[in-house]
């Protein structure tokens, strides 16, 4: 088997994409495609609207390019195995809004459910660390919900440091959080 690589986004995956989506069952997978999506009003179902996406993620990253409300410049990146779309990692440069500072954090990512347990979130929150750095960022806060074991292993695999647990009462109603928060920042 190939190894799998981190690629920038492509429409060329388009079927992949939308049998990655079937998996999971919702379109909120890595804190890019729901969110980016809606803000854009497209239907990611149908292909030109998932090749509008796919420019929109190229760019996002650009700080010259003024997302609308909301939404952070950020890069994306795909982790993909020959043809076969695996999940995706979202790097947010700056935490522009409460959501972020709070609970969202600088980085989100997911894997397929049939690509876990394979080292795939490892490698691709390494991908979004190994960009960070090329941004001279100087660390990033990640954040997941207590009891996510693998995306807690995953962070604290990468270097993440533990600052603390924020249990829900401590976040403002209209965040919508409803389970302790495990709060991390990796030095880069
Ligand atoms: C969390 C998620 C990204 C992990 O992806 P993955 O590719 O299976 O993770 P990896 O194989 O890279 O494993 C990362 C670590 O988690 C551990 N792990 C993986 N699955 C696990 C499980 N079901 N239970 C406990 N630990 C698990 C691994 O052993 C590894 O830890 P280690 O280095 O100490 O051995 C994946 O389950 C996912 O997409 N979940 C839904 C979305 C999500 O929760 N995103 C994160 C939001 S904060």
């Known amino acids: 088997m190939t190894h799998a ?3 920038r986004p492509s429409a060329s995956f388009y079927a992949s994409w939308l049998e990655s989506w079937d998996e999971w069952g919702t379109l ?6 729901a ?38 410049n950020q890069s994306t990146i795909w982790v993909v195995r020959d043809d076969v779309y695996l999940g995706a990692v ?16 600088h980085i989100g990512y997911g894997i397929r459910p049939s690509a ?3 080292g795939l979130a490892k490698f691709a929150l390494k991908g979004a660390l190994d960009e960070a750095r090329e941004l001279s960022m100087e660390r990033v806060m990640v954040t997941c919900k207590q009891p996510n074991v693998a995306s807690a292993r995953t962070i604290e695999a990468c270097g993440g440091v533990l600052e603390r647990v924020c249990p829900p ?20």
């Open 169 to 188: 009462e401590s976040f403002a109603p209209d965040l919508g959080v409803t389970e302790p928060i495990l709060r991390y920042w990796i030095t880069l």
């Open 5 to 7: 690589k981190l690629i």
């Open 116 to 118: 876990r347990g394979h």
């Open 90 to 105: 979202s790097l947010r440069h700056s935490l522009v809004n409460e959501y972020l500072t709070e609970v969202g954090g």
């Open 28 to 33: 909120d997978q890595d804190g890019a495609a």
């Open 35 to 72: 969110f980016v999506a809606a803000r854009y009003d497209l239907d990611l179902r149908d292909s030109s609207d998932f090749a509008a996406w796919v420019e929109v993620l190229h760019h996002l990253p650009r700080e010259s390019f003024q997302p609308p409300g909301g939404l952070a």
